[in-house]
């Protein structure tokens, strides 16, 4: 069935790049995408690819696919305290349904 | 735009009461899903409509919840009786045929 799997945790220093992965399973999905929730916060949309990508940038964001291994990461340069939230990962299914990842929750230490 | 738009933030109940919650999609989206979201279980897709008619509610978790979208603006989710294992966040999103939704900021429900 379709599944989306995240590493639960990941914790940097301020400064410092964070790389967070993804595995998805559809390879039907056309487009990926991250997601970042603050705390007490609902999710807001911060990134996607199109599935015949394999690289996207966006100021400090840069996300790489790799649709042959069904793998998806978001790398933040310069991580700041401000990037503390969870990264939801997402692929679109069936009738634009989202499948969704159960978080990654990035922790940025000074 | 306001953005999606959800109330109440918060709602305490007492078990057994109804509770409902609702939600303003962003005007001309055509699609408005709703999410729960619990420490255990994620985020979990409830029902979503598009263009105010219900496709697909087998994330419904049971007959005491129901979902209503009467026009484009507006959708209620609603719980009778509620129990306190529906607490949670329950997420309203919306979206046009594009990319991505579009989220409220939830509503934080707690049954004691």
């Known amino acids: 069935g379709e599944d989306v799997e995240q590493s639960l945790f990941l914790s940097v220093r301020e400064g410092d790049s964070s790389v967070i992965n993804c595995t998805y399973t559809d390879s039907s999905s056309t487009y990926l995408y991250w997601y970042k929730q603050e705390p007490g916060a609902g999710l807001q949309l911060l990134t996607y690819i199109f599935s015949n990508m394999d690289m996207k940038q966006d100021q400090r964001l840069t996300v790489l696919l790799n649709k042959k291994d069904k793998h998806l990461s978001l790398r933040i340069a310069d991580t700041q305290t401000g990037d503390s939230a969870i990264y939801f990962c997402?692929?679109?299914?069936?009738?634009?349904?989202?499948?969704w990842g159960l978080g990654t929750s990035l922790a940025v230490n000074p | 735009d306001a953005g999606v738009i959800q109330s109440p933030r918060h709602e305490v109940t007492e078990m057994g009461q109804e509770v409902t919650l609702r939600c303003k999609p962003i005007?001309?989206?055509?699609?408005l899903f709703w999410y729960r979201q619990t420490m255990m279980r994620g985020l979990e897709l409830l029902i979503y409509f598009n263009n105010n008619v219900p496709i697909d509610d087998s994330g419904m978790p049971e007959d005491r919840f129901s979902a209503k979208m009467p026009n484009a603006s507006f959708s209620t989710l609603k719980i009778q009786p509620s129990e306190p294992r529906d607490s949670a966040v329950y997420f309203c999103?919306?979206?046009?045929?594009?990319?991505?939704?579009?989220f409220g900021s939830g509503t934080r429900l707690t049954v004691v």
């Open positions: 997402a692929e679109e299914g069936n009738n634009r349904k989202l499948i």
């Open positions: 005007s001309g989206h055509n699609s």
């Open positions: 999103a919306s979206s046009l045929a594009g990319i991505g939704y579009t």
